[in-house]
């Protein structure tokens, strides 16, 4: 059981927008922690997608962003494309934990 | 560009010690705000942090895992080691290393090696 909940999966058709959640509690996402996102290909190491709740590293296409409100937060992708089929993981800092912790993960289906 | 590589066995028996060497270049681990953490997936699971060193050499593990657990690092070679002492079947991952950086409030992964895979049995 992770610390941070996720859908175990989503799909979309190809353009289309879709979300993914990620629940957390007062001592990770809502204690202030910041979120960040990652993007795992089959058979690939992850990729930090978004950091610090919102912002893009260098070379993410803006079709991807993130939002945090209260004790969960968002990773959005629009125009859905058939490259997005992977998992995504949120992760944060659990402070009663003293534990980076990590999400269950998201299985993006492209339809 | 920052590079990394993690080395150590394939396979390990139970009770066995693991060793893994995770080699980077691109970036310095004396550097201020630069840290590299080991972070380790299970065979189609999620992933899970293991331990994590920072550039002042203060070092955190995970608290499920922190009694087996040792993390160094050797700034003048370039590598970050962790040990796992008394080894299970249910240690079976990929164990991955990564650089983190400061993104906001908490600390991300932005660069990560491919990751070896472990895998524990008699």
């Known amino acids: 059981q992770s610390v941070l909940t996720q859908p175990p999966s989503v799909s979309g058709a190809p353009g289309q927008r879709v979300t993914i959640s990620c629940t957390g509690s007062s001592s990770n996402i809502g204690a202030g922690l910041d979120v960040h996102w990652y993007q795992q290909l089959p058979g690939a190491a992850p990729k930090l997608l978004i950091f610090g709740n919102s912002n893009r590293p260098s070379g993410v296409p803006d079709r991807f962003s993130g939002s945090k409100s209260g004790t969960s937060a968002s990773l959005a992708i629009t125009g859905l494309q058939a490259e997005d089929e992977a998992d995504y993981y949120c992760?944060?800092?659990?402070?009663?934990?003293?534990?980076?912790?990590f999400g269950g993960g998201t299985k993006l289906t492209v339809l | 560009q920052i590079t990394l590589r993690e080395s150590g066995p394939t396979l390990v028996k139970p009770t066995e010690t693991l060793r893994l060497t995770c080699t980077f270049s691109?970036?310095?681990?004396?550097?201020?705000?630069?840290?590299v953490g080991w972070i380790r997936q299970p065979p189609g699971k999620a992933l899970e942090w293991v331990a994590l060193?920072?550039?002042?050499?203060?070092?955190r593990y995970s608290p499920a895992l922190r009694s087996r657990l040792t993390i160094t690092k050797d700034t003048s070679k370039n590598q970050v080691v962790l040990t796992m002492t008394n080894m299970d079947p249910v240690d079976t991952a990929t164990y991955h290393c990564?650089?983190?950086?400061?993104?906001?409030?908490?600390?991300?992964?932005?660069?990560w090696g491919q990751g070896t895979l472990v895998t524990v049995s008699s």
């Open positions: 060193i920072y550039w002042n050499d203060d070092k």
């Open positions: 691109g970036f310095s681990l004396s550097t201020s705000g630069v840290a």
């Open positions: 992760q944060s800092y659990d402070i009663s934990l003293n534990s980076w912790v």
């Open positions: 990564a650089h983190s950086f400061k993104g906001g409030s908490g600390w991300a992964f932005d660069y």
